[in-house]
């Protein structure tokens, strides 16, 4: 297969012909008329011109320009519609007749498999995602042999071969097969990976820095005990990197595939672990920019240590920040390791520090949809400024967290001045609106069903594409058992052009499940603004109006006094306009928002629900997450949450609070733990709330993790009442990544009930988020 590099550099120079014979070079047409383009063709016609005149600019009328060739000729070449292009020129009157000469590719009329034993034609034909019949690229093609690989590979044909010809057609002229050659290879399963020679660090650990895994109880989705053989290389240099971190500077690693039986192998992995070495000395060479005492400071790896390769990249990474922040944006550090002695290394950082830089332009490309602006709002760097390497990757992660682009690189080249950096953009955009259904199942929510489209990159003035100016646009609507909710969100995260951002919504929600005594049903609106302060936090204001109404059961409303007096859900039943403002502030440091393993998330506010309307609460509220991750991927967690609604007799019943169930008090039913309503029991909630969860995960198995957790907690009715007994339990649990989505399952028990009624034994919880 030819190289579109072969092909330009094949061709960089356009044979020109007049008559036959060549008369002119390039640079004599350049700039005249073209009075007509027409292609020739060498062979048989099995593209139409019209689809060849798609992928071409040249056109009769334009200028001649030899670089506009050069581009058609990579076009056409990489359209996969020709196997050979040649441009001609010749001179007719004033003006240039351009010829384009091609050999077409064969048109694809059958597709067939050689070497397949455990696949059937059929089933690699629907892998290869290919349809005979028509003319393929060579990409198309690539990508059909890259889905067979991950196909086999799949299944455990780790050492698996696919190659491919093209043949000519028994049928018509200009016709082709396209035919897989498949060497399958023997298939193999990792029964155990065996560790040989490592004194010093236990096997376990070892086997948790790889990606391959031993097979387990759940492979069918987790997928261990299968090879790949490029990701196996990957986990050898993870393990000798593990030891280069703790020392072990000229550690050794061998890999030999032991059989079981005939489709199960052992992976042995023999470790010549060497000396391990400690830190002599740490030093820099030449420098004239800097001193060295400017850099020592905030060095990680120093003498004394233990060698840590980690560290020491690290630092190296620090000293080109140093220099990189400050305009040296070509500075290059490199590492001179020396033996000081039979178990010491001394370490001596060359810098080669280079010149410093400004910012000349800054040039965007790629962004055929998202608006330039939308762009450059996240650059961190002006033209102008000395140039900063630091906040060229800034530049790059900050774009790539847009998730409007599947790839983002961020370069330098010389500008137009003496001293001066042009910074390039290059996006590839990517689809940014979605529709997609789902079903959530719970054990609050029952069943339920929901649709939802979303655009993260939209433009609310832009007809009819809606996409562009960075906005965020979500409609969902959700339908269960339990409960119905339609929602309308709209957020421009640039208000005024500033990093403020406005937000919208109008929502309609029906619950059935807050108690049996009545149905809570609500619609309205919203309007925020949300401020980040610092890297780590915001602070977010909210206007919410909304209409509420409650609707007690009829047979809970005017019970005879002889019959227990009235219920007190009664004085709750009917329609409440609700108008609130709430000002919230958020710290999160947290390093990941679905498993988060360190780092810490807290969150203080006040909403006041008073501004006209029916209701008069302040509510307060205070919650907060701290997480640390221990020994073998474990992570231990403590979550604390404080509710308040001041107001005492007067708090409405869609204020009051009440725990139990999965996301409280996980060993008590759902919203069964607080005051109660004399004559039916059931639980009306408190103006005061508060509980803790300490939890304790661990990795089980690949996506699996146990959890051991103790909750406590408590419920009042007066607002600022902490005094009242608490609620304890304690349970076991497991969170599963499932490909379909997370599950997390729990058992709980009381431990400690002060009220009785709600202690009824262990309670099963889970939470189940299915899309398809």
Known sequence: MKSIPQYATALAGFILFLSGTVTSLAQDFEGKNISSV?????????????????????????????????????????????????????????????IAEVSTRGKIVAVAFDGNIKFSDKKLASVTKLKAGGVMSDQAILDARRNILDHYRGYGYADVGVDHMIQPSAGAQGTSDLVFLIDEGARAEVRKIRFEGNHSIASHKLRNEM???????????????????????????????????????????DI????????????????????????????FGKMTVFKASDLASALTLTAGQAYSAKKMHNDIRTIRSYYGSRGYADAAVSPDIRNASATSVSIT????????????????????????????????????????????????????????????????????????????????????????FGLGFSSVDSIVGYVTLEQTNFDITDWPSFTGAGQRFNAKVQYGNERQDISLNWTEPWFLGRRLALGTELFYRSALYYS??????????????????GKRGYIRAEYRIEDIEIDVDSDNIGVPPAQGGPSLFEQYDGDYIRSALSVNYVHDTRDSNQLPRKGHKVSVGIEYAGLGGDVDTPIYTLTGSQYWNLWGDSILSIEGNFYIADGDEDVEIFDKKALGGAHSLRGFENRDV??????????????????????????????????VFYDVGLCNADSWDFSSDLYHDAGLGLRLNLPFGPLAVDYAFPL?????????????????????
């Open 516 to 533: 049996s005594e009545y149905d809570q049903g609500q619609y309205g609106g919203a309007i925020s603004l949300r401020k980040p302060l």
């Open 674 to 707: 607080g005051p109660r309503d004399p004559v039916s029991g059931e639980v009306v909630g408190g103006n005061t709330a508060a509980f803790f969860v300490l939890e304790y995960t661990f990795p089980l198995i690949e996506r699996v993790r146990g959890a």
């Open 752 to 772: 400690e009930s002060p009220d009785d009624e709600a202690d009824n034994g262990g309670q099963f919880s889970f939470y189940l988020d299915y899309a398809f």
């Open 349 to 436: 950082y060359r810098i080669v520090e280079g010149g410093r830089y400004r910012v000349g332009r800054v040039t965007i490309e790629g962004n055929d949809k998202t608006q330039d602006r939308v762009i450059r709002r996240e650059l961190p760097l002006k033209p102008g400024d000395y140039l900063n390497s630091v906040e060229m990757e800034t530049t790059k992660r900050r774009l790539r967290n847009m998730n409007y682009f599947n790839d983002v690189q961020v370069s330098g080249s010389p500008g137009n001045q003496k001293g001066y950096r042009d910074i390039n953009i290059l996006v590839n955009e990517k689809q940014t609106g979605s529709v997609s």
């Open 38 to 98: 027409s292609i020739r063709y060498k062979g048989a016609r099995t593209v139409d011109e019209a689809r060849l005149r798609g992928h071409m600019s040249v056109k009769a009328g334009q200028k001649y320009s030899a670089s506009r060739l050069d581009d058609d000729v990579r076009t056409l070449y990489e359209s996969g519609l020709v196997d050979d292009i040649r441009f001609f020129a010749e001179e007719v009157g004033g003006g240039v007749k351009v």
């Open 211 to 253: 990606k391959t895994k031993q097979k387990g109880w759940f492979s069918f989705f987790t997928k261990s005990g299968r090879i790949d053989s490029a990701k196996l290389d990957e986990d050898i240099d993870r393990v000798l990197d593990y030891y280069r971190d703790r020392g072990y500077l000229r550690v050794k690693a």
């Open 256 to 283: 030999r595939r032991a059989p079981v039986d005939d489709e199960r192998v052992d992976l042995v992995i023999a470790i010549t672990e060497g000396n391990k070495y400690t830190v002599a000395a740490v030093g």
